[in-house]
């Protein structure tokens, strides 16, 4: 026998509407498949219809499930809520969404948690929206006192991106404070939260806005540093992390570069590159290896911005390049001169650049730096963070409303 849903069921509102209809309860009985003593229990003896006969008795009568039904306060806009709601059992969910009653049970009881297209199908199957679906999946895990588990280090297999694939960037100064995120292609977008406690909810923020969960996009991380002097410049040190390329942080070559270029910021308060600062004052300098590609570097950037490319590997052949893509032009045009943007196809490498700008105008400077430890600690919280598999509690966020 099917469980009545927790909750408040509305008997009198079913009467009501009922008689205004001019059913009688043998006809409703009738239009929803059920003995005429059922409806006479619901109606007058306490009993309480299942999720599926509550969705009948809602459609036949011209209601919604929440003109019958009043949510458990323990239950809330909890998963469970939102599934009662939208008339279905545990049974019909699953099936609809292609998964196994017993999935949709781990997932009410805070045990598991959807993948990010699973949020999307089951936000089509509840109709409703799925920051909704994120929403509640914190609640039913903080109702249900699971706490999140942590996950394995990710694979690079692990994630499906292309050349189209949005970028974003993990700005933080503190790698246990707060964490602001940005984006090249989506300049409108701000979102604030905690490396520690970001919520479902947030999460599902974030991949609503670029319809691209942590596995579909470049995920970049931002290391905001200034020396020991108050009045020491600002440098924003930007590099893909380890789980993009490799299985092993302590060899990744841009971990490296960007742990090095950190050290000697903090250390001696400067660095021997980039003659033109953001609007906002600091220095972007974007660790690259000498095999990525344009379409890929200026996937990154945003047209007026000073920009240093730092390259993993520094040689007579090879070292940083500033460059501007200004405002109104196809042209980057950089300290090395600039070219037309033509001749630039997007599969040209970033040492194919470097030496046909070298060879428009020979290197003006080079780049010295310190050797300093691979930021493994910041890689591996960060990831933890925006892919794990349960949310936590007790955030805070401010995000921009959206506008494309």
Not at 44 to 52: E, F, I, L, T
Not at 189 to 204: I, Q
Not at 286 to 291: G, L, T, W
């Amino acid at each position: 026998m099917a469980t009545p849903p927790p909750g408040l069921f509305d008997a009198d509102m079913m009467r009501k509407a009922r008689t205004r209809s001019g059913m009688s309860q043998a006809d409703l009985a009738k239009l929803i498949g059920v003995d005429p003593g059922v409806i006479n229990s619901w109606e007058k003896r306490g009993a309480r219809p299942s999720v599926p006969n509550l969705g009948r008795v809602a459609s036949a009568l011209g209601l919604t499930v929440s003109d019958l039904y009043q949510s458990d306060v323990d239950t809330a806009g909890a998963l469970v809520d939102l599934r009662v709601r939208a008339g279905l059992s545990q049974r019909d969910a699953a099936k609809l969404l292609g998964v196994s009653q017993a999935t949709i049970s781990r997932w009410e009881r805070g045990l598991a948690r959807p993948t990010w297209n699973e949020i999307s199908s089951y936000a089509k199957v509840l109709k409703t929206d799925r920051i909704t679906i994120g929403a509640a999946v914190d609640l039913t895990a903080n109702q249900n006192g699971n706490p999140p588990k942590q996950r394995r280090a990710v694979r690079p297999s692990a994630f499906t991106i292309n050349a189209s694939s949005p970028h974003i960037i993990y700005d933080f100064e503190d790698p246990e404070g707060d964490v602001e995120l940005s984006s090249p292609q989506f300049p409108r977008l701000s979102f604030r939260t905690t490396f520690t406690n970001p919520l479902m909810r947030e999460l599902a923020v974030i991949n609503e806005y670029f319809d691209a969960d942590y596995f579909h996009r470049y995920n970049h991380l931002q290391r905001r540093c200034r020396g020991p002097e108050p009045d020491a410049a600002v440098y924003l040190i930007r590099w893909l992390p380890s789980f993009h390329e490799t299985t092993d942080p302590e060899t990744h070559p841009r971990g490296i570069t960007a742990a090095m270029l950190i050290g000697q910021v903090e250390a001696m308060g400067f660095l021997t590159v980039g003659s033109r600062a953001l609007p906002t004052g600091e220095y972007l300098i974007i660790v690259v290896e000498p095999e990525d590609t344009l379409e890929f570097l200026f996937g990154q950037i945003v047209r007026g911005v000073p920009v240093i490319f730092f390259p993993t590997r520094r040689d007579e052949e090879l070292g940083p390049l500033e460059i501007l893509w200004e405002d109104g032009s196809d042209t980057p045009t950089g300290w090395h001169g600039a070219f037309p943007h033509e001749d630039m196809p997007a599969d040209m490498t970033f040492a194919e650049l470097f030496r046909h700008l070298r060879a428009v105008n020979p290197p003006a400077w080079t780049a010295e730096a310190t050797p300093g430890s691979p930021q493994t600690d910041v890689v591996r919280s960060i990831h933890r963070t925006f892919s794990k598999s349960t949310p936590r509690r007790q955030t805070r966020a401010r995000a921009s409303a959206p506008q494309r």
